[in-house]
């Protein structure tokens, strides 16, 4: 189990009240339709399709992924490919119910080649920024260096930081981890996956994240 300091103030409190309420779903609704007819950057036009969420709308966690790979760009749904599976797995394993977390990206729609496009995610930003202040999730979780910087670009660099909570400057929990496609791709990457995954699981069955409780172990 992981120490670390619990923060009581009233700032931190009145964001746990509004936490849990739902967002409507005609708010919710209004602004996934906003990003799937999206045409604020070049991407909208090689899109197949805009991705925009899975997941409950009041939920405990938020998984952040980078971009919408090959897959995702033709269902339209966030981590349905070889990714994907290792992230359910890993979410199946933290015993998650299916409303109880969300997975999103930072960028909605496939940039070519898979290459990051820190232009377009810019422009994106404010999609992602209104859907975690509908969903107010009690942790956000960056999965792998693009999202973790996008979203705290004061962390220490994601293998430091993977495994570990931490607040960002914004006065978010944050739990980050590798990327997914990490694990995929060596013995070493998926060890250290399944040993963070093993983290994040202790710290949530510690019910840390309800007392706000961030720390380093490591
Ligand atoms: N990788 C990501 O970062 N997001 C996806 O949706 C799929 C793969």
Same mark, same amino acid.
């Given at each position: 189990?992981?120490?670390?300091?619990?923060?009581?103030?009233?700032?931190?409190?009145?964001?746990?009240?509004?936490?849990?309420?739902?967002? &409507?779903?005609?708010?919710?609704?209004?602004?996934?339709?906003?990003?799937? !007819?999206?045409? =604020?950057?070049?991407?909208?036009?090689?899109?197949?399709?805009?991705?925009?969420?899975?997941? %409950? =709308?009041?939920?405990?966690?938020?998984?952040?992924?980078?971009?919408?790979?090959?897959?995702?760009?033709? !269902?339209?749904?966030?981590?349905?490919?070889? &990714?994907?599976? /290792?992230?359910?797995?890993?979410?199946?394993?933290?015993?998650? %119910?299916?409303?109880?977390?969300?997975?999103?990206?930072?960028?909605?729609?496939?940039?070519?080649?898979?290459?990051?496009?820190?232009?377009?995610?810019?422009?994106?930003?404010?999609?992602?920024? !209104?859907?975690?202040?509908?969903?107010?999730?009690?942790?956000?979780?960056?999965?792998?260096?693009?999202?973790? /910087?996008?979203?705290?670009?004061?962390?220490?660099?994601?293998?430091?930081?993977?495994?570990?909570?931490?607040? &960002?400057?914004?006065? !978010?929990?944050?739990?980050?981890?590798? #990327?997914?496609?990490?694990?995929?791709?060596?013995?070493?990457?998926?060890?250290?996956?399944?040993?963070?995954?093993?983290?994040? #699981?202790?710290?949530?069955?510690?019910?840390?994240?309800?007392?706000?409780?961030?720390?380093?172990?490591?």
């Amino acid at each position: 189990m992981r120490k670390g300091l619990a923060d009581g103030s009233a700032a931190a409190r009145a964001r746990s009240a509004r936490r849990r309420a739902s967002p &409507s779903y005609s708010e919710w609704e209004s602004l996934s339709s906003e990003i799937r !007819r999206c045409q =604020l950057c070049p991407l909208g036009r090689t899109r197949t399709h805009a991705v925009v969420y899975r997941g %409950g =709308l009041s939920p405990r966690i938020v998984f952040v992924g980078e971009a919408p790979g090959r897959e995702e760009d033709l !269902r339209g749904i966030p981590f349905v490919g070889r &990714s994907g599976r /290792r992230l359910d797995a890993a979410i199946a394993c933290l015993g998650l %119910g299916e409303k109880e977390f969300g997975v999103l990206n930072v960028l909605k729609c496939r940039p070519p080649h898979n290459r990051f496009n820190a232009a377009a995610a810019r422009t994106c930003r404010p999609y992602l920024d !209104r859907q975690l202040d509908l969903l107010r999730p009690q942790v956000l979780v960056p999965l792998g260096r693009t999202a973790l /910087r996008a979203i705290a670009p004061n962390a220490p660099p994601v293998l430091k930081a993977a495994g570990i909570p931490l607040r &960002s400057s914004e006065g !978010r929990i944050l739990f980050p981890l590798l #990327h997914p496609a990490a694990a995929l791709r060596s013995r070493r990457w998926a060890e250290r996956w399944d040993r963070d995954i093993a983290a994040l #699981h202790d710290w949530l069955a510690a019910g840390s994240e309800k007392n706000h409780t961030v720390g380093r172990s490591r």
